[in-house]
């Protein structure tokens, strides 16, 4: 099994990751607490429970939205964004 480190994007830099690494790993591993905010008063939210039962880490991956960061394991040349509330229902997955 490769072992590489590899990067992914969020929000226009470029973060680190290893191998089967999640993408909410990836970014508290590079120092990121927070990459959604709520709509209501624009509340910083990141990995909350971290298996999958909350939606506080969504962010959008490639161009979709809403992906729960701590179930996606994180992918060479990945766009990461944050996103903003619980996404828009014009652009579910």
Do not use: K, Y
Request: with cysteine; proline share 5%; glycine share 12%.
């Amino acid at each position: 099994m490769n072992r590489t480190p590899f990067t992914f994007r969020f929000d226009g830099r470029t973060v680190r990751a290893e191998p089967g690494q999640s993408i909410a790993a990836a970014l508290i591993a590079d120092g990121q607490r927070s990459w959604r905010r709520t709509r209501e008063g624009g509340r910083p939210r990141g990995m909350f429970c971290g298996i999958g039962v909350c939606f506080d880490c969504l962010v959008t991956v490639n161009g979709r939205p809403n992906h729960r960061a701590c179930l996606v394991e994180a992918a060479p040349g990945d766009v990461v964004e944050s996103q903003e509330g619980a996404g828009r229902a014009d652009l579910a997955c």
